[in-house]
């Protein structure tokens, strides 16, 4: 279907050689379509908007974005072509606790409204990325479930990993994050491996992965 506004449309159906005609009408209703489904707190991601109202007697459609309610934080704005196509809208994900949400994209004028889900998903890190077994280490965690346990555990790729050796545990805020978990790496390791660190929310089963390589 190509690019229309918001609203009835008329559809004419003519043969070439008989020249009969047929007629059916269609409604317009808006669409949003996202860059990605998912993505980490303060990640961007670009949505577009589709079947809104047109520039129509000197009246420009905004395609307002809002997260979590059509009256929810907004994200940003972008007026319609002629054809009821917004701008590609560059968002940015709010700190918020992991799970699935919707984006809300409203007409202004119309009052058109589209909805689409995203899913918040955690993300983990460690400073340094390298060094000696037997040394310091801090971990760092965003977007897991509001103030859960989350266990980080070493050598552990994913949520289903068979790994006893636990690094530390930890309780996240509000939004799902934690700073400043300090760790000891383990005592053999293998020199010269990268090995996976996993943390899993207790609560959420939200999981993510870092990586450290042992130098010495």
């Not at 059916?24 to 998912?38: A, E, H, N, R, Y």
């Not at 974005?65 to 972008?78: A, D, I, N």
């Not at 809300?104 to 983990?124: H, M, N, R």
Request: net charge positive; charged share 5%; aromatic share 8%.
């Amino acid at each position: 279907m190509p690019q229309a506004t918001f609203g009835g449309h008329t559809i004419y159906a003519i043969g070439q050689t008989s020249q009969k005609v047929a007629i059916t009408s269609l409604q317009v209703k808006p669409k949003v379509i996202l860059s990605k489904g998912s993505g980490i707190q303060g990640s961007t991601v670009t949505l577009t908007g589709y079947g809104f109202l047109g520039y129509v007697q000197d009246i420009t459609e905004v395609v307002n974005v809002y997260w979590g309610s059509p009256t929810g934080t907004l994200l940003g704005s972008s007026p319609t072509n002629g054809l009821g196509t917004s701008g590609a809208l560059t968002l940015k994900i709010p700190v918020i606790p992991a799970g699935s949400y919707n984006l809300y994209a409203v007409g202004q004028a119309s009052g058109a409204t589209a909805t689409i889900s995203f899913k918040v998903i955690p993300s983990l890190k460690i400073k340094p990325t390298s060094g000696a077994q037997g040394s310091p280490a801090t971990i760092l965690g965003t977007g897991f479930g509001a103030n859960e346990s989350v266990t980080v555990k070493w050598n552990c790729a994913t949520s289903t990993c068979t790994s006893t050796t636990v690094l530390g545990t930890i309780t996240t805020d509000v939004n799902g994050n934690f700073n400043g978990l300090s760790v000891t790496i383990p005592t053999p390791s293998t020199v010269a491996t990268t090995y996976t660190i996993g943390a899993t929310g207790g609560t959420s089963n939200a999981f993510a992965t870092t990586h450290y390589k042992v130098t010495s």
